[in-house]
């Protein structure tokens, strides 16, 4: 077992996903009070993509992460608790990236494919060079040649990144491959930390959160009431009551999951449900099942057809 757990909030960046990022002040402002609170080491304000690339007509302010929203939340943060945003590889500008020293966000994460690793790695190098603290999740993994993600951990291990991450992508890993990627990733990042972002869509995200945790991974991805991408991710509050360690408050978390969660799922949707369920078990990427539960769409052997002929 590990020490130095840190906790990772990524309840607006994961959960953007669910509604374009259109959180209001009021519900971002509260949360941040509220891993404050509950101890949270880490908070994911959202995504730093650039207005060039995305259309602000589309997304709300959080995919976007402008220095003056952040401060309107968090004004200087003389707080415990660190201001972290995601990079898009492909949506990102370099230039676009203040220095640390003008920016109240303390780490940049970097989420990439394998192939887009030369351009991962230039940012990375930018961030770094800036003052921020990083760290590179590559995505999909459970869809590539193993050799090739074991090349990109050993070249990581010998960069400037702070923290790899494990990224089960498509929600499909079962603990014991998370058990034997965990210990995988540990040794070939030389000594670097690592972390662990799962996503629910065969109900195991917080089962490969703790296998990941008793294997060695430090930094551990939850958002409150799972809220995320589809199936959504590892809870909040089951995490924090399974840690049962005394700078992790539970309090905070049920009192904002009465406030703002059970509001918020009159409107959006999320969690586990049996398209996500084929998905992950076929492991493939969830947007055919958003659509689906978008839709409606009950007609589930239609559905498990599908996926079948499509993933021969």
């Not at 660190?82 to 994460?109: C, F, H, Q, W, Y």
């Not at 629910?200 to 939850?222: M, P, R, S, Y």
């Not at 958002?223 to 905070?252: F, H, I």
């Amino acid at each position: 077992m590990t020490n130095n757990i840190k906790v990772f909030d990524c309840t607006i960046r994961d959960g953007g996903l669910v509604n374009n990022f259109y959180f209001e002040d009021k519900f971002v402002s509260e949360l941040y009070e509220t891993c404050i609170e509950a101890g949270i080491d880490y908070i994911e304000i959202g995504k730093n993509n650039s207005p060039t690339l995305q259309s602000p007509d589309e997304f709300g302010i959080w995919n976007f992460c402008k220095e003056e929203d952040i401060r309107r939340i968090v004004g200087n943060n003389d707080t415990n608790l660190k201001i972290a945003v995601m990079s898009d590889i492909g949506r990102t500008v370099n230039a676009e990236l203040l220095p640390k020293k003008e920016s109240v966000v303390d780490m940049i994460r970097i989420a990439t494919y394998l192939h887009q690793m030369p351009e991962a790695l230039e940012l990375l190098k930018d961030a770094s060079n800036k003052g921020y603290e990083t760290t590179i999740n590559i995505m999909a993994v459970a869809k590539e040649d193993m050799a090739e993600v074991e090349k990109a951990l050993e070249l990581l291990s010998t960069t400037s990144v702070d923290v790899i991450y494990i990224a089960d992508t498509f929600g499909s890993y079962y603990p014991q491959q998370m058990k034997e990627l965990a210990i995988k990733y540990k040794k070939l990042a030389n000594g670097k930390q690592v972390g662990i972002h799962a996503h629910n869509n065969i109900q195991l995200a917080f089962a490969n959160t703790i296998e990941a945790k008793l294997n060695g991974v430090n930094f551990l991805d939850v958002t409150v009431s799972g809220l995320g991408r589809g199936a959504g991710n590892c809870p909040t509050e089951l995490l924090l009551g399974y840690l049962n360690n005394d700078q992790y408050k539970l309090m905070p978390i049920i009192k904002f999951i009465e406030n703002h969660i059970v509001p918020l799922e009159k409107e959006l949707d999320w969690g586990c449900s049996v398209p996500y369920i084929l998905s992950g078990q076929l492991v493939v990427h969830p947007k055919q099942a958003m659509k689906a539960r978008d839709e409606k769409d009950t007609n589930y052997s239609k559905f498990y057809s599908m996926l079948l002929e499509e993933n021969k």
